[in-house]
């Protein structure tokens, strides 16, 4: 039982390159969420999805696309990468809510 | 809007002190649940706990304990008899409903508390 696998785990990327990370779960999860962490910031969410299908804006979701076509996998699209999305992000995911989320390993992310 | 307020930054201690770590919360749901995480240097996040707004008892597990005040809105965390293997980034998260569906599922996190416990 894999839980959740996020790749890559570390990325280069010049500033206007596109790029795709990736998330999947085994858990047969509904909700499966994108966060960012930033020193002294903890972590902010940048997209969530309920279900296959539905997805929404976080708290600091500019630059950033998401899509649920399955219940496994989540995707977060890089758009035109900037210095200022260096971070790292996690994906996670639930069955419900109530029973806390199990993160990814993370991707640490530079944009140079 | 829900709001976590981790007002310790940074907390170094001796081993097999007792420390602390406050978290308070606001939210004007009636539902709600409460987590702890920890953030070791390794940088994976582990769940230690959940509480739910109605259960106001105070947990145990081994040296880790918490305390859940509804009357101030806050979860503490104590650590017994502190340990170098505790020496972490330690979140606290509040679970809100989401729009579509109105499960606690949306999580917001305090900016955590870094502990360095000293041999």
């Known amino acids: 039982n894999a839980g959740v696998t996020q790749t890559p785990k570390f990325q280069v990327l010049k500033t206007g390159q596109s790029m795709t990370l990736q998330c999947a779960q085994d858990m047969n999860h509904e909700y499966m969420s994108w966060y960012r962490q930033d020193p002294g910031m903890g972590l902010r969410l940048i997209h969530y999805s309920v279900g296959a299908g539905i997805t929404d804006q976080g708290e600091v979701p500019n630059g950033y696309n998401v899509s649920r076509s399955t219940t496994e996998d989540f995707p977060l699209r890089l758009l035109s990468a900037a210095p200022s999305q260096t971070s790292v992000y996690f994906c996670?995911?639930?069955?419900?809510?109530?029973?806390?989320?199990?993160f990814g390993s993370g991707t640490r992310l530079t944009v140079v | 809007a829900q709001k976590v307020t981790q007002a310790q930054t940074e907390i170094s201690v001796v081993e097999k002190e007792d420390v602390t770590l406050d978290c308070v919360y606001e939210?004007?749901?009636?539902?709600?649940?409460l987590f702890w995480y920890k953030q070791p240097p390794s940088g994976e996040l582990v769940f230690l706990i959940r509480?739910?707004?109605?259960?106001?008892q105070n947990e145990i597990s081994g040296r880790y304990s918490w305390n859940f005040q509804k009357s101030t809105s806050s979860f503490n965390f104590t650590i017994t008899a502190s340990q170098v293997v505790d020496s972490a980034v330690y979140f606290c998260?509040?679970?809100?409903?989401?729009?579509?569906?109105?499960?606690?599922?949306?999580?917001?996190f305090g900016k955590g508390i870094t502990l360095s416990v000293r041999p």
């Open positions: 996670a995911s639930t069955r419900t809510g109530t029973d806390g989320y199990t």
């Open positions: 998260a509040l679970s809100s409903p989401f729009p579509y569906t109105g499960a606690n599922s949306k999580l917001t």
């Open positions: 509480r739910n707004s109605f259960d106001e």
């Open positions: 939210t004007r749901d009636t539902t709600y649940y």
